[in-house]
């Protein structure tokens, strides 16, 4: 492990060893102060995050994109204060910290037992809207994880996940599709962060005018084993409680072959995408290379698990 991997694993290990310790309103003001700092220094991460949303919100003058990478920091440490804390919050705290809209596409598809697939991008705190479904409903569900460096690292990450009722598999490897199959197929719940390509096997979209790649998982696993697929789209107010809205679900096309139904469905995942990212997009945290045109080979930017 190099002298970078172990600072990288020390440091959020402090953050799970101590900021849930915090009072909640100490660590507010804690992410707020780190994500002002971070903002202020205009690393990659933060001139990434403006120049995507200079993609979603074409027309907004260069104070404006300043003003919306300031407020993206502040909901990303937001994200981050709260996940460090989630391990130590009470069950009443779970179900009091999350409202979702439309919830019933979800409670109806599970009742029916058909297998629900839940598909989120990088808005707001998705790790808090897992909790709040393993807690306020008492509904289990399988997710993966990107393996992440130095290993202990992303054994941290499970076991945070795994504490919070989830079923983790690792993303690479490839027997993650199959285990997600035969959980859909037992009626089970599985949910996927599904904005970035993270294999060289997505599916090509246009988000937000441009094209960029989204994986084929969701719409391949809706297709193979008759689940419901539905998106998924997370905010930030200015209470303590997050927002979330489960969209209709994306019905498989009638016609075409496997890849080409799987092409209709990944673009309507994206348009839902864009329709919550349009409205909220300061709670995007994306601070990493998403569109086609950003793609070629250049320095890795960091990364949010």
């Known amino acids: 492990m190099s002298a970078q991997e172990r600072l990288t694993d020390a440091l959020y290990g402090l953050g799970w060893g101590t900021v849930k310790k915090l009072p909640e309103p100490v660590a507010v003001r804690l992410g707020r102060s780190v994500a002002d700092l971070a903002w202020k220094r205009r690393g990659k991460g933060v001139q990434r995050l403006e120049r995507n949303y200079a993609r979603v919100v074409p027309d907004?003058?260069?104070?404006?994109?300043?003003?919306?990478?300031?407020?993206?920091m502040r909901s990303y440490l937001r994200y981050w204060m709260e996940s460090f804390r989630l391990p130590a919050w009470s069950a009443g705290r779970v179900?009091?910290?999350?409202?979702?809209?439309?919830?019933?596409?979800?409670?109806?598809?599970?009742?029916?037992?058909?297998?629900?697939?839940l598909a989120l991008p990088h808005l707001a705190n998705w790790d808090?809207?897992?909790?709040?479904v393993t807690t306020a409903l008492g509904t289990p569900f399988?997710?993966?994880?990107?393996?992440?460096?130095?290993?202990?690292?992303?054994?941290r990450f499970v076991?945070?996940?795994?504490?919070?009722?989830?079923?983790?598999?690792?993303h690479s490897g490839g027997a993650a599709f199959g285990t997600l199959a035969r959980r859909l197929r037992d009626g089970g719940l599985v949910c996927l962060v599904a904005d970035r390509d993270l294999s060289a096997s997505g599916v090509e979209v246009t988000f937000f005018g441009e094209t960029a790649r989204m994986p084929a998982?969701?719409?391949?696993?809706?297709?193979?084993?008759?689940?419901?697929?539905l998106p998924v789209?997370?905010?930030?107010?200015?209470?303590?409680?997050?927002r979330g809205r489960v969209h209709p679900p994306i019905e498989v096309p009638g016609s075409g072959n496997r890849a080409e139904k799987a092409s209709?469905?990944?673009?309507?995942l994206a348009d839902a995408f864009a329709t919550g990212i349009a409205e909220h997009p300061e709670d995007w945290h994306m601070l990493q290379r998403l569109w086609a045109a950003d793609l070629e080979p250049r320095p890795s930017e960091g990364e949010r698990p």
């Open 95 to 117: 179900r009091d910290g999350f409202e979702p809209k439309d919830l019933h596409h979800l409670t109806d598809g599970l009742a029916a037992g058909r297998g629900v697939v």
């Open 60 to 72: 907004a003058s260069p104070e404006r994109l300043a003003e919306l990478s300031r407020a993206g």
């Open 217 to 229: 998982g969701p719409a391949l696993l809706a297709q193979q084993t008759g689940a419901l697929l």
């Open 159 to 170: 076991a945070y996940r795994e504490g919070l009722g989830m079923e983790v598999l690792p």
């Open 128 to 132: 808090l809207a897992g909790a709040w």
């Open 142 to 155: 399988t997710t993966v994880a990107e393996r992440l460096k130095p290993e202990t690292l992303y054994d």
């Open 264 to 268: 209709v469905m990944t673009q309507a």
């Open 233 to 242: 789209t997370l905010w930030y107010d200015d209470s303590p409680v997050m």
